[in-house]
């Protein structure tokens, strides 16, 4: 089945404590990217990937780090988590980096930072 | 800038009634896609339906429909005989071509409730 899965599904932490979520997919897509979700903001990108070893900021990437060294994997990493950070995060992939190509999302980790 | 507006926060319906949500973009860009997105309490993203800026017809997928208007640049989504089961957030979204990360940009959203 194609698809994208986050790993992992929820999680509660406490600030500075370097946390990693990981993403998949197994589509052979080349975007692969990083939203988080907030109340009465939408879902705003974090970083982008638009292949292997290629990765950029998106409108919100303070706090947070990204690899991409393989194609499949884009971990989002955390490496000293404030409460602010506490939000719904989506994994996305896309085939290609054209306007029409859909978005598959993932499942979201919820994340608290206490 | 470009920028989704929706402009609903919340929405009633009957069972069994049709529901409009609007969504207004803006763009400088000629090509770009718009999506409906479908978000249950549970929390997932559901990709319900896409309109290219270069269709002339309006997308239609089972009960989902898009109402294109591209001189008004809005692409509301309309759900035909509502069920229980559509309530939940719907997000449009848009994706722009030569856009530097090629991101979807979203709208706030709409909470559709639906009525038994």
């Known amino acids: 089945e194609a698809q994208v899965t986050q790993n992992p599904r929820y999680l509660i932490t406490v600030t500075g404590k370097k946390l990693t979520v990981t993403c998949s997919q197994n589509m052979n897509h080349e975007y692969m990217s990083w939203y988080r979700q907030d109340p009465g903001l939408g879902l705003r990108q974090i970083y982008y990937?638009?292949?292997?070893?290629?990765?950029d900021k998106g409108d919100v990437p303070e706090g947070y780090k990204v690899s991409r060294k393989e194609k499949r994997n884009f971990p989002l990493i955390l490496e000293s988590p404030s409460p602010n950070q506490t939000s719904l995060y989506f994994c996305a992939s896309s085939f290609g980096l054209a306007y029409y190509n859909e978005q598959f999302f993932g499942p979201g980790t919820r994340l608290t930072v206490l | 800038a470009q920028k989704i507006t929706q402009t609903q926060p919340g929405m009633f319906v009957q069972e069994k009634e049709a529901v409009t949500l609007d969504c207004t973009y803006d763009t400088s860009d000629q090509s770009y896609g718009l999506f409906w997105y479908k978000q249950p309490s549970s929390g997932e993203m559901i990709f319900l339906i896409y309109q290219g800026s270069y269709d002339e017809q309006n997308a239609t997928e089972g009960r989902y429909s898009l109402n294109f208007q591209k001189a008004r640049k809005s692409a509301n989504l309309v759900i035909s005989a509502s069920q229980l089961g559509d309530s939940a957030m719907y997000f449009c979204?848009?994706?722009?071509?030569?856009?530097?990360?090629?991101?979807?940009?979203f709208g706030t959203g709409t909470l559709l409730a639906v009525q038994p």
């Open positions: 990937s638009m292949n292997v070893e290629v990765t």
């Open positions: 979204a848009m994706r722009v071509v030569g856009g530097a990360t090629n991101k979807l940009i």
